[in-house]
Every structure is written in C-alpha cells, then in structure tokens.
C-alpha cells in the first residue's frame, strides 16, 4: 500500500511517503498530521504486536519550527495510548 502526501505549495519537489506490504494491515492516520506540515502517519496493526506506528518528515528549512510541534504532537497524542511503537524516517535538516 502507498501512502503519500504531496507538497502543498507551488515550488518544485518536496512531499513524504511511505510503502506497506500488502499483506500487512495499514492505515494511514490522518488525525496525527497537522496542516501544512510535510509529514505522514501510517498505523500497522499485527496480530498479537504492538501496534507500529510510521511516519515520514520533511522540515525544509532550519527555522521551521511548525513541523517539530506537529511532529511534538503526534508523538504526544501516540504516547497518550498504550502498547505502540514509532518508527520516524525523514529529513528534519538540523544543523
């Protein structure tokens, strides 16, 4: 399964994605992106694990705090629930 989420502005490149096997159990979660932020969700749920949680990032530029709120915020809302693990993949270009 692809998920994806395109770069909202009209400059060229940018957006995340992440790829699910098929035969995994996937859902994108759409509750733990924020706005304009270039970042992605996606739950995989396996039978008798924790729960797997996937996201992808991209912060753009170095001052950009509003992706590392809502990336704070995902991870609060994930942290407020149990039995979940976080895998995080991305570009957050700190210096």
């Known amino acids: 399964m692809l ?3 395109d ?3 009209g400059s ?3 957006g995340v994605l992440i790829i699910v096997n098929r035969e995994l159990m996937s859902t994108r979660e759409e509750t733990l992106e924020a706005g304009q932020a270039e970042m992605i969700w996606v739950k995989v749920t396996i039978k008798g694990c924790k729960n797997l949680y996937i996201s992808s990032c991209y912060r753009a530029e170095v001052g950009d ?3 590392l709120e809502a990336f704070n915020t995902s991870l609060e809302r994930i942290a407020g629930s149990t039995n979940n693990m976080v895998i995080t993949a991305g ?3 700190f210096p």
């Open 3 to 5: 998920y994806r989420q």
């Open 7 to 9: 770069k909202t502005s």
């Open 12 to 14: 060229l490149g940018g």
């Open 65 to 67: 705090t509003d992706l």
């Open 91 to 93: 570009d957050f270009n």
